[in-house]
């Protein structure tokens, strides 16, 4: 039985109350690890943008988890004032973690939904999510939302992001859920976000970012092969970056 879009989202907000890495409690090495070794891949998947964000002065992130990506943006463009949301409030209970790690200060967090973001309307230039929109239980109202809190102009990122066609989707969601029984994953088919996106009334595009970088060998091998042969992107599952802006 799949379950339902309440059913996971309570599962999403209670992993991070009790991970034994992520909750709140926990002071875990293995965490700092693993978000550090995110961090170039972030990085990758901005760098495109950097003018955009060079110019932002309200930034938010969706589905920050505990806050990292914005913490670490937040160093590299300090001039921007950075809100970090997530849906559990036991991820943004850790952002002041990352605020000591990279020597930052946010300045703001709030537990939301993507599509319940607690700001008035065109409060923010920029909005991005890392590998965390296929989450996302509720794509059109999160698009807009998205919509509704952006200046006119402004832009918004989801970055690295699992993503496919329609036909192969059904292998795509099993495969991901595989790796990770315990919370529920998805696979964002591209061209559906693309056209929700146009339909909520932003101009949309879509890049694709085989990234190499924290792969297992099998997947290593995977993504070597959609560089070498960059057709196969518009084929096989890959990851990428979705390209929201407010007309």
């Known amino acids: 039985m799949t379950p339902s879009i309440e059913d996971k989202e309570r599962i999403d907000i209670e992993d991070w109350r009790n991970h034994p890495h992520e909750s709140p409690e926990s002071d ?3 965490n700092v690890i693993n978000k550090v070794t995110d961090m170039p891949t972030l990085l990758e998947s901005q760098r495109p943008f950097d003018a955009i964000f060079r110019e932002a002065t309200d930034v938010l992130e969706l589905g920050g988890g505990q806050g990292w990506a914005s913490c670490l943006l937040k160093r590299l463009y300090p001039g921007a004032r950075y809100t970090v949301t997530d849906i559990s409030p036991y991820a943004v209970a850790s952002v002041h973690k990352w605020e000591r790690i990279l020597d930052v200060k946010i300045d703001r967090t709030a537990a939301c939904r993507s599509y319940e973001i607690p700001a008035e309307d065109a409060t923010y230039d920029c909005v991005f999510t890392y590998a965390s929109a ?3 239980m509720a794509h059109r ?20 992001e699992p993503a496919c066609r329609r036909w192969i989707y059904g292998p795509a969601y099993r495969r991901v859920n595989r790796l990770r029984p315990e ?6 088919v591209f061209p559906k976000i693309l056209a929700l996106a146009r339909e909520a009334g932003l101009e949309a595009e879509f890049h694709f970012t085989p990234s190499l970088g924290k792969r297992g060998p ?12 960059p057709w196969l992107q518009q084929l096989l ?4 970056t979705f ?3 407010r007309k």
């Open 28 to 30: 875990s090495v293995h």
């Open 134 to 136: 296929h989450h996302f």
């Open 141 to 160: 109202k999160t698009l807009r939302e998205l919509r509704r809190v952006l200046k006119p102009g402004g832009h918004a990122f989801y970055f690295h």
């Open 183 to 188: 919370v529920p994953e998805d696979v964002l």
């Open 218 to 229: 099998t997947e290593f091998l995977y993504y070597l092969l959609l560089n070498r042969i």
């Open 237 to 240: 599952p890959c990851t990428g």
């Open 243 to 245: 390209h929201f802006t």
